[in-house]
T-cell receptor, first 113, second 114 residues
Framework: GAGVSQSPRYKVAKRGQDVALRCDPI?????LFWYQQALGQGPEFLTY????????KSGLPSDRFFAERPEGSVSTLKIQRTQQEDSAVYLCASAREWNTEAFFGQGTRLTVV | KNQVEQSPQSLIILEGKNCTLQ??????????LRWYKQDTGRGPVSLTI?????NTKSNGRYTATLDADTKQSSLHITASQLSDSASYICVVTSVGGSQGNLIFGKGTKLSVKP
């Protein structure tokens, strides 16, 4: 596609509900990143894939967060048993290589009520 | 610890004025430095990317500078427009580190008033 696509654009979840956020990177991009951005803050790293390999997941805040990219293309960020503190914008970015320009999606705004 | 610090945290200027945003980093080893513009409710969009050997790079009214010796960068915005109101994020790419090598600053929120 022309850019990084994320869906849904907005998600409202009840506390305790599981959610799945999708990221379609730019075709052919090897690197894929997930970030969490609280209101008024800069993006905070969650996890990073090189093709299908999850090379770094040190930013995932708890074991309720899980990300996958099984075929090295589309990625899904799953949050189990959502809590209010999970409310944030979740940004996905992809890059052709690790040191080239990263392109960001519009983000998914998650609100946990 | 790899860190990127930005200042000021927020800035208000009048339309037509110039401004300069600062970025200091302690990332090593260094690969490149990027400035992103993030409009409210949108994903960040790249403005400039500079490698170690580049001192300055322009993109329209945006000019970024890099001093790799002092590990400082600045983003200068000339003749500001209302549409420049956004958060400006400095990102430093490391080599072979964690976080996919991208180290983010917290951003400077710029408001341009008429």
């Amino acid at each position: 596609g022309a850019g990084v696509s994320q869906s849904p654009r907005y998600k409202v979840a009840k506390r305790g509900q599981d959610v799945a956020l999708r990221c379609d990177p730019i075709s052919g991009h090897v690197s894929l990143f997930w970030y969490q951005q609280a209101l008024g803050q800069g993006p905070e790293f969650l996890t990073y894939f090189q093709n299908e390999a999850q090379l770094d997941k040190s930013g995932l805040p708890s074991d309720r967060f899980f990300a996958e990219r099984p075929e090295g293309s589309v990625s899904t960020l799953k949050i189990q048993r959502t809590q209010q503190e999970d409310s944030a914008v979740y940004l996905c970015a992809s890059a052709r290589e690790w040191n080239t320009e990263a392109f960001f999606g519009q983000g998914t705004r998650l609100t946990v009520v | 610890k790899n860190q990127v610090e930005q200042s000021p945290q927020s800035l208000i200027i009048l339309e037509g004025k110039n401004c300069t945003l600062q970025c200091n980093y302690t990332v090593s080893p260094f690969s490149n430095l990027r400035w992103y513009k993030q409009d409210t409710g949108r994903g960040p969009v790249s403005l400039t990317i500079m490698t170690f050997s580049e001192n300055t790079k322009s993109n329209g009214r945006y000019t970024a500078t890099l001093d790799a010796d002092t590990k400082q960068s600045s983003l200068h915005i000339t003749a500001s427009q209302l549409s420049d109101s956004a958060s400006y994020i400095c990102v430093v790419t490391s080599v072979g580190g964690s976080q996919g090598n991208l180290i983010f600053g917290k951003g400077t929120k710029l408001s341009v008033k008429p």
